[in-house]
């Protein structure tokens, strides 16, 4: 989405794969299901996150959003 400019598409794509990802960590069947059950594996799905949202705001020009953004990946 983003490397085709629709960038408004972004975030509620990654929104709902947070909220796929929270709901499965209450489930220990639905992590196994989803291969998330490995703490090391929870960690770098956050950071991933947070650096698609780091990405998004350095698209926007928001240079301190993506700084603090690409700090919570680490």
Known sequence: ??????FDKVE???QA?????????????KMVELGIDDPQLQAMFRGYLATCRA????SRGDLLESITLLNQAL
């Not at 989405?1 to 629709?6: D, E, I, S």
């Not at 909220?19 to 220990?28: C, G, K, M, W, Y």
């Not at 990405?55 to 350095?58: G, K, N, S, T």
């Open 55 to 58: 990405a998004l705001a350095r």
């Open 12 to 14: 509620p794509a990654l």
């Open 17 to 29: 794969a947070e909220a796929t990802f929270q709901a499965a960590l209450v489930d220990p069947h």
């Open 1 to 6: 989405m983003a490397l085709t400019n629709q």
